[in-house]
């Protein structure tokens, strides 16, 4: 049965709510991050409410982007490849992304606060500084290597396996896990090669029994 106008917006909304959160989870903690020890180091205070503000709209930004530029399919124009290249190209396809629309926020900003365009120019021009704008993109940068090396690691091992790692597993209990899943899967690999499809779908076969080993010792894996 087809759900309702309203059910399909509200699981639209939580998909999209599910997408972003965790991004814009991390931005916002980095960012803040950043603007406390910056803070601490060069302007000795705790806490400027303007830079907390800043930094989390920054976050909310990155948040945006990301679950825009993921519905693109130019994102995945190098998956499958060895991981530095997605990596790489995520990371630098993101921060341009973010640049582009940090400066068009920040124009039309200043076009409505000082009427046009061209004063919108000027004023950005004045308060422009090279040692800040590299400094800000260096650190968007950084965020976004270790945001985009932290997904495609995750992509590669499996959803919710990352969580498992850090959180469940102990690590020698989840190399001891891993090898066995790859053994099982290689000996299923080499089953399947070597028997007719007659014989590995029945089970009362030597093969076939075989196939059902593997199969209950991949399902036994723990979780």
């Known amino acids: 049965m087809k759900a309702s106008l309203p059910v399909r917006i509200l699981r639209f909304w939580l998909k999209e709510v599910t997408h972003i959160l965790p991004p814009t ?3 916002f903690i980095a960012f803040n991050l950043i603007t406390f020890t910056t803070n601490l180091l060069i302007r000795n205070y705790w806490f400027h409410l303007a830079g907390f503000l800043l930094a989390t709209g920054m976050a909310l930004i990155v ?3 990301i679950l825009v ?14 991981l530095i290249q997605p990596i790489l190209y995520k990371t630098v396809f993101y921060t341009a992304v973010v640049f582009v629309v940090r400066v068009l926020e ?7 606060d000082d009427g ?16 800040r704008f590299v400094a800000v993109h260096i650190w968007i940068f950084t965020c976004f290597l270790i945001y985009c090396t932290a997904t495609e690691l995750s ?11 850090f959180f469940r597993h102990r690590s020698s209990q989840h190399r001891l896990t891993r ?3 790859i053994r099982a899967l290689l000996a299923l690999s080499r089953l399947a090669e070597t028997t007719p499809r007659e014989k590995l779908l029945d ?6 029994s075989r196939l059902v080993s593997i199969v209950d010792a991949l399902r036994q894996r723990p979780a």
């Open 179 to 181: 090898r066995q899943h």
């Open 69 to 82: 530029v993921d519905k693109t399919k130019l994102i995945d124009r190098f998956r499958g490849a060895p």
């Open 25 to 27: 989870l991390y931005f």
């Open 155 to 165: 992509a590669l091992v499996g959803e919710g396996q990352m969580a498992r790692l």
């Open 106 to 112: 920040r124009f039309v900003h200043l076009a409505f």
């Open 203 to 208: 089970p009362e076969t030597p093969q076939g």
């Open 63 to 65: 948040g945006k982007v």
């Open 116 to 131: 046009g365009f061209s004063a919108a120019f000027e004023a950005a021009a004045i308060d422009f500084s090279w040692r």
